[in-house]
């Protein structure tokens, strides 16, 4: 039973790492929102099993937290945002399709060589989840600071959410209820903050293309 859980907790791993570099080749505002819907379903889901295999009952807490907001509410709101506005398509971003892909690649490769050379010394068991949600911290902020949509911009800070969440877990068996909790809080003031506010732009400016706010600084 524990052989299983422990191929099962690789197969989840795999796929928020996985998740986290294909939305970086994606054109669809909602597919990106899907992916990180995804994402989040499968962290909640490695959240479990690292519960269930090192007996961490508060984390099961965090798992089924996870699933619920992460994977299931930010998803919705942040959909019926992209609705709301109408905005379906990213559009002159930084870095094109391929080179985000070539991008993420590298960036896993980097997390491997550098992050996966220490793991080996952790006293933790689940250490090996390290390399993977480093990797998923630094494809969130790659895709933060590429996208020039503000929508996409802030499921970028929720793919480096993830990221922190994974490594918490890595590292602690979690980060804490309580402060998990603060965390979810916080997440969901985000998105309802992010609706209202690019709602607002959208009235103000008729676009949500963050790097022409910015121009309008200058």
């Known amino acids: 039973m524990i052989v299983l859980a422990v191929q099962a907790l690789d197969i989840s791993a795999a796929i928020v790492l996985v998740t986290a570099w294909i939305s970086l080749i994606h054109r669809r505002i909602e597919a ?24 961490a009952p508060d984390i099961y807490v965090l798992a089924g937290l996870t699933i619920v907001v992460n994977a299931i509410v930010l998803p919705w709101l942040l959909r019926r945002v992209v609705r709301n506005l109408g905005v379906s398509r990213m559009v002159n971003m930084y870095a094109s399709v391929r080179a985000s892909a070539l991008a993420g690649l590298a960036i896993l490769l980097v997390s491997v060589w550098v992050v996966g050379g220490i793991t080996p010394f952790a006293e933790v068991p689940s250490a090996g989840l390290l390399p993977i949600s480093v ?11 590429t996208r020039r949509k503000a929508i996409t911009q802030v499921v970028g ?19 804490g209820l309580f402060v998990e909790l603060g965390l979810a809080a916080n997440l969901l003031v985000l998105a309802i903050v992010a609706r209202i506010f690019l709602e607002r732009m959208k ?16």
Do not use: C, K
């Open 203 to 218: 009235e103000s400016f008729d676009h949500v293309d963050a790097d022409a706010l910015r121009a309008l600084e200058g």
């Open 32 to 55: 990106l929102v899907d992916t990180y819907a995804i994402q989040s379903g499968a962290l909640g889901i490695t959240a479990g099993l690292v519960a269930y295999q090192y007996q």
């Open 157 to 175: 800070l929720l793919v480096m959410n993830n990221g922190i969440f994974l490594a918490g877990i890595a590292l602690t068996y979690g980060l």
């Open 135 to 145: 990797a998923v911290l630094l494809i969130g902020f790659f895709l933060l600071i």
